[in-house]
């Protein structure tokens, strides 16, 4: 071969093997760990659709037993739960034994028990799945749909941190009045032909009661955490003043995520890449109202931040608050794996996939069009926000390995 031709050999293997390796680096396909990311995601990708079948195969544990085993510190639930449906038709079939206001708060919710003594949260309709709730995005009632909807994307995302939640009806009249305590039976009331309630909260207002259509209403229900893992609250360091023309600090502070990178729990451990995970969840489903946070008790700071009250989601489909992404991009920081999901679901994949998932629910349809369009557009601005921080501190910099080896033993 004479020297010109091998010349130019080389330089065609040496664009090759730039090109190859550019690809494969813009795509995170060079490890075994992303390699594995996206075998989960595939994983993830065909066990979406949960039939909600009450038979449990291979055990003889209650429902209940068997959801209260898949809690460890990082997980809600196993990334494998062939017996999910089973628990998901227990929370929306089983006989309620005792109905009671909801815990301290300030949105509408009772407090449900289950035969076999499963406590859940119900939180009842207040809007049509088309209205639009104006003003600042944490404004107006709880939406039910939400945490159902809420739920099946943790699941999408690969977190696994929220508590499973289901859409159920119930009849207030023959289900929920006779086992209701004194308390709560003391805020029924008759509108015209339906039966409603008011309950017992920050907010809740006898003149603004959550009314059935007739006796049946819907609702969502969540599964309350076992009580062998207490939660603690924790402010959260991204939270809102909540008041007119006072600023948090992160409002106005570009380097605030130094500072919060200086206190414990973020200045060590998984909680601050956790918070960022949570800004991304939030963001997506347009939550701006996580104030608070809960992790297990006792944790130093190694448990997960618990996605628990997503209900102030999916108000407006129009209205995208890139505040609530102000932890991605003051810290420029971002799991591969989270970084890996969040491209294995453009192109219209997390819209098809969250409709997919929700598609078994017994209120379905859970959201709205509008509502899952807006998804697939706030996915596109959460890997602009990623691609910013990359071109300016570079890749090694802002993508983070953290990954977990969790045990369901």
């Known amino acids: 071969m004479k020297l010109k031709q091998r010349v130019v050999l080389l330089a065609i293997l040496l664009v090759i093997f730039i090109f190859t390796k550019v690809f494969l680096i ?7 760990a992303n390699r594995e990311d996206q075998r989960t995601f595939q994983r993830m990708l065909s066990g979406l659709r949960v039939a909600l079948d009450p038979r449990l195969e291979h055990t003889l544990q209650s429902p209940w037993e068997i959801a209260a085993q898949w809690v460890v510190p990082r997980e809600v639930y196993p990334e494998d739960t062939p017996e999910l449906g089973a628990v998901m038709h227990a929370m929306t079939t089983k006989k309620i034994i005792k109905a009671d206001v909801g815990y301290k708060g300030t949105q509408l919710k009772a407090l449900l028990m289950l035969e076999g003594g499963q406590k859940v ?3 009842p309709k207040r809007y049509a799945r088309d209205y639009v709730v104006e003003g600042e995005p944490y404004a107006g009632y709880d939406r039910h749909n939400a945490e159902v909807a809420a739920f099946h994307l943790d699941r999408i995302l690969g977190f696994r941190r929220a508590p499973l939640v289901v859409g159920r009806f119930v009849n207030l009249r023959t289900e929920i009045k006779p086992v209701a305590t ?26 603004e009661p959550a009314c059935a259509d007739g006796d049946i209403m819907e609702g969502s229900v969540t599964l309350w955490l076992p009580d062998v893992w207490p939660l603690q609250k924790h402010r959260h360091p991204w939270g809102r003043t909540y008041r007119e023309g006072k600023l948090a600090r992160w409002e106005y502070d570009d380097s605030y995520c130094d500072a919060v990178k200086k206190m414990s729990p973020y200045d060590s451990g998984p909680r601050l890449l956790d918070i960022i995970d949570t800004a991304i969840f939030d963001y997506l489903i347009g939550n701006a109202d996580r104030h608070h946070y809960e992790s297990f008790q006792d944790d130093e700071g190694a448990s997960m931040l618990i996605l628990l009250d997503n209900a102030k989601s999916f108000g407006n489909p129009a209205l995208d608050e890139r505040s609530i992404l102000a932890p ?10 989270t970084w890996n999901r969040l491209n294995y679901l453009k192109n219209g994949v997390l819209k098809s996939a969250l409709k997919t998932a929700m598609s078994h629910d017994p209120i379905s349809p859970v959201l709205s069009d509008p509502h899952l369009d807006a998804l697939d557009q706030r996915l596109l601005s959460i890997l602009a926000t990623v691609k910013q921080c990359t071109d300016q501190f570079g890749p090694d910099v802002v993508l983070v390995e953290d990954r977990m080896t969790l045990s369901h033993l």
């Open 26 to 32: 813009d795509n995170l396909d060079t490890s075994a």
């Open 121 to 123: 949260v119900f939180k």
């Open 182 to 207: 004194e308390q709560l039976l003391g805020t029924f009331m008759t509108v015209g032909n339906n039966t409603c309630f008011y309950g017992k909260c920050y907010y809740c207002r006898e003149t």
């Open 328 to 337: 991605l991009y003051q810290c420029c920081i971002i799991r591969v794996s």
